[in-house]
């Protein structure tokens, strides 16, 4: 039965002949949405406002907030509209979108496995992703082209996850189960990521080290534009995959009594935050504890709600990558460092923390 069917039949009138109908509409969108709840969302989305005003302002040439807005708007100089337009721009346009990939791949891989400690990088996608575009850097460098890295990455996340999800196939797959195989999976290939850098050049260590921290300095609009057609072709997908994370996050017995059908609808779910985990960290590299973060910093502020968590961790996802960013690029001026060196720095111990507090 679809919403409005529904809230015909709690009404006994048919839409726009009672008031009645409007009245249990309120109150139905009302006990959704609750009104703190907006406002803590639109909270949120003003920090990342002024965040992303901040970064765009903030480097060896300050520029105020203003001026970056009158910029934007077409109105700045010549020298400012480079320095914004040209090289900040799409720093801090990848960094959002980044973290907002992130942060949902988080909520979708949480609710999947019911297991709060679960993210992209603790289940082994980034891991798989890591192991391809270390290869790449160091064993296959001068017969694969580095214009072809996000798509190999990609394609290690999947076989990476496939592989997992193949291994702890038994009649089904468990979430526990498949959570202690990904990290398994995880440490083998961090071991054999490890393995090459070793036998490798120092110039291509060193690359590989800096891809594996995780920075935003080479991002540039083509980036921008092809993570955003990523994205984009994958939303319908998302919208599709609500109802299903909200069924399988409430118990195997309780989505079938859905309707769910686990096995495919799972699948369906473990690929869909892998393509958004292993886009993310195409173009800059392996960017930690995001994925954790945010889906429980959001829960906290706006509950379990799928309507509001999704939208709610992707600001907060995108809102710590950016900040992290911005740090980076403060703490050590003019030396910048990697973003991912911050996001781990505050999601090793907030990881630790979860672990020592969950039961």
């Known amino acids: 039965m679809s919403q409005n069917a529904l809230l015909n039949e709690l009404s006994g009138e048919l839409p726009g002949k009672s008031s009645n109908y409007l009245l249990i509409r ?16 639109g909270t949120i989305a003003l920090l990342m406002l002024v965040a992303t005003l901040v970064a765009l302002g903030t480097g060896s040439s300050m520029i105020s907030p203003w001026r970056v807005v009158q910029t934007l708007a077409g109105q700045g100089d010549v020298t400012e509209s480079l320095i914004i337009n040209t090289f900040r721009l799409p720093r801090v346009l990848m960094a959002i979108m980044v973290g907002t990939g992130l942060g949902i791949a988080g909520v979708i891989m949480q609710g999947l ?27 296959f460098a001068g017969s694969v082209s580095l214009f072809w890295m996000p798509a190999f990455v990609f394609a290690g996340g999947v076989v990476t996850v496939m592989a997992i999800y193949f291994i702890a196939w038994n009649d089904g ?12 999976m ?16 120092i110039d291509k260590t060193a690359a590989a080290q800096v891809w594996l921290s995780g920075s935003l300095n080479t991002a540039n609009w083509q980036q921008v534009q092809i993570l955003s057609v990523w994205y984009l072709l994958l939303v319908p997908f998302l919208i599709l995959a609500m109802r299903s994370l909200t069924a399988q996050s409430l118990g195997d ?3 079938r009594g859905l309707g769910s059908r686990l096995t495919p609808e799972r699948f369906g779910l473990i690929m869909l935050s892998t393509a958004l985990a292993t886009g993310s960290v195409a173009f800059c ?4 504890f995001v994925g954790l973060m945010a889906p429980h910093i959001t829960r906290r502020l706006l509950g379990n ?3 509001l968590l999704l939208p709610g961790a992707a600001m907060v996802g995108a809102l710590l990558v950016v900040v992290s960013d911005l740090a980076g690029r403060m703490v050590l001026a003019p030396l910048e460092v990697p973003v991912g060196i911050f996001t781990a720095s505050i999601g090793g111990p907030y990881f630790i923390y979860l672990l020592v507090t969950k039961k």
């Open 26 to 41: 309120n109150a139905w969108v009302s006990h959704l949405f609750p009104r703190r709840d907006v406002l803590m969302l």
């Open 253 to 255: 017995d309780v989505a």
């Open 173 to 184: 797959v468990a979430p526990r189960r498949m959570i202690l195989i990904g990290i398994g």
């Open 305 to 307: 709600m799928p309507e």
């Open 113 to 139: 496995v019911r297991n709060p400690l679960a993210s992209p990088d603790v289940l082994g996608v980034t891991d798989g992703a890591s192991f391809v575009a270390v290869a790449i850097i160091t064993v």
């Open 186 to 201: 995880g440490s083998l290939l961090v071991a054999a990521r490890t393995v090459m850098m070793t036998q490798s050049s």
């Open 285 to 288: 590299g392996s960017i930690g």
